[in-house]
């Protein structure tokens, strides 16, 4: 592994450093064990099985968490199925709006817990759950609560009624964001839902339940059941299910579609990515810089849209690449809840192990890897930033999806070029344009064979702006109008 020392230009800490400012989590409320969601009740999983969650910043257990099995997700589907006939699609939609509206202005009043709560069960910057991963949860909700009696305007001389029962199954990265972009469009279109959480991040899920019970929703309309794939294949199987909705790998993805084909389910899937970040030589190179840091060490790299993938046009290629080394160097990687951190911690041993495991193979493969000189904590799951160069379209770190810290660097001279080499890929997500011509950001941008393009910025995000796939990236769209169009149908 390379280390280069010629990179210290920018490092600000030789006479002043940072000293820790550290989130308190002391006013934390947790309980010590967390039974099932369900029909508007905490409920003991019929199997009696609990399994730990933990920090993984420090790895230490914080509560124990239900494991549902398939009479749970029974019980829970058969809450949301009678909650969704008998008392939800029955209100008038301006009176499940002031439902969403509520849970949105509590999630507002406890944003600061549930930032905390976020950090320390997954491992983000507090930074990033106190600014983006709270506020937009709760943005979520406000923007979908004001659609709930407006549905006919939403779709101009039709009609809607609910699909039914949504199952909803979301991953680790964006733990209460996710729930949000899953069960506001779905409640406000009437329908109710049995949500999941990822197994490694549970507890901002739980903490929305507590927030429903709060907003006194009606039993049954949001259930909230934990546990691993199990659970979520016995929510994908269960036939009282009418729509699912799927955030998480590829290759679960698949499973999920191969399960339902054949079956009149709805659903809509948000897969891997494997983004290209594109900066042309007319691009403002320091803002390209802080951009290309942002699209891959947001999050750890956690991040489906995630610009994992950078190319540079060759002119300014040397430029950008140290430039990046430089800006890599300041950034501050260690406790979570410290709010001067820029990279927090991987969020499980597991994923640690596979982001391990695809930089050797970059390595075997020939690239030049380069990380930060940074010092990370013993304890936990750490991976320092890195970068690889020398790597080719074929080079597996440049195909797939490693969901870390870790950017693969190409490097190339035209326009067409660039298009042929960012769309090939099986993944077609996102992309990121840098160039100073208007008129070349949108010639690039619809070019791309990605569901989000962002343009001199990157990883920006917003309630009324639809987000998803092309090709194994997934099917259908979240957010926006078009979020609310796989939960209802049109006649
Ligand atoms: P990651 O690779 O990011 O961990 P996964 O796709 O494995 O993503 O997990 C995303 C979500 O899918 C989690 O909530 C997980 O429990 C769930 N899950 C895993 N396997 C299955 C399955 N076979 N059917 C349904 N859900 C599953």
Avoid at 35 to 45: E, R, V
Avoid at 273 to 300: H, L, M, P, R
Avoid at 376 to 398: C, D, E, H, M, R
Wanted: charged letters at 20%; glycine letters at 8%; hydrophobic letters at 40%.
């Amino acid at each position: 592994m390379k280390k280069n020392s010629a990179t210290k230009d920018l490092k600000f800490d030789t006479k002043w450093t940072y000293a820790p400012a550290p989130e308190s989590a002391d006013h934390i409320q947790l309980k010590d064990r967390y039974d099932l969601f369900i029909n508007g009740k905490f409920t003991a999983p019929a199997s009696k099985k609990y399994f730990d969650t933990i920090n993984p910043a420090t790895e230490k257990r914080i509560a124990s968490v239900a494991e549902a099995n398939a009479s749970d997700v029974d019980k829970a589907v058969t809450a949301a199925k009678n909650a969704q006939s008998k008392v939800w699609s029955k209100l008038a939609p301006a009176e499940r709006g002031k439902y969403i509206y509520r849970i949105a202005r509590i999630l507002q009043e406890k944003a600061r817990e549930l930032a905390i709560i976020e950090t320390i069960n997954g491992g983000k910057p507090i930074r990033e759950s106190r600014d983006i991963d709270i506020p937009l949860a709760a943005a979520h909700f406000f923007y979908y609560a004001g659609w709930a009696d407006k549905l006919d305007y939403a779709f101009p001389g039709m009609k809607t009624s609910p699909v039914g029962v949504a199952g909803q199954i979301i991953p680790w990265n964006f733990p209460l964001l996710m729930a949000a972009w899953k069960i506001a469009p779905a409640l406000a279109a009437g329908n109710t839902v049995v949500l999941k959480p990822a197994e490694t991040t549970p507890l901002t899920a739980l903490k929305l339940a507590e927030i429903i019970q709060e907003a006194d929703l009606p039993p049954g309309v949001v259930n909230i059941i934990t546990g691993a794939g199990a659970t979520g294949a016995a929510i994908v199987n269960h036939p009282n299910i009418n729509k699912i909705a799927f955030t998480g790998s590829t290759d679960v993805g698949k499973i999920i579609q191969k399960s339902l084909a054949g079956t009149d389910k709805r659903y809509t899937l948000e897969l891997g990515g494997k983004a290209a970040n594109i900066i042309f030589e007319d691009a403002a190179i320091n803002q390209a810089v802080e951009g290309i840091i942002n699209g891959i060490f947001f999050n750890q790299g956690h991040v489906c849209c995630a610009g994992s993938r950078l190319f540079v046009q060759e002119g300014i290629a040397n430029e950008v690449i140290k430039k990046l080394k430089q800006r890599i160097e300041t950034l501050i990687v260690g406790d979570p809840l410290d709010k001067n951190t820029d990279i927090g911690a991987i969020n499980s041993k597991a994923q640690l192990s596979k982001i391990k495991s695809l930089v050797q193979t970059g390595i075997k493969e020939g690239g030049e890897c380069w990380q930060s000189e940074c010092a990370v904590p013993s304890k936990g799951f750490w991976f320092k930033p890195t970068l690889f160069t020398n790597v080719a379209q074929s080079s597996t770190i440049v195909q797939e999806e490693i969901f870390g810290p870790v950017l693969a660097i190409q490097t190339f001279r035209t326009a067409e070029e660039v298009i042929e080499k960012a769309n090939n890929t099986p993944y077609g997500l996102s992309g990121g344009v840098w160039t100073d011509k208007g008129a070349k950001a949108f010639k690039i941008s619809s070019k791309l064979n990605a569901g989000v393009v962002w343009a001199n910025t990157y990883n920006k995000f917003d309630p009324t702006s639809p987000f998803g796939g092309y090709k194994e990236s997934g099917v259908g769209r979240e957010g926006g109008l078009h979020g609310l169009m796989p939960y209802v149908n049109l006649f």
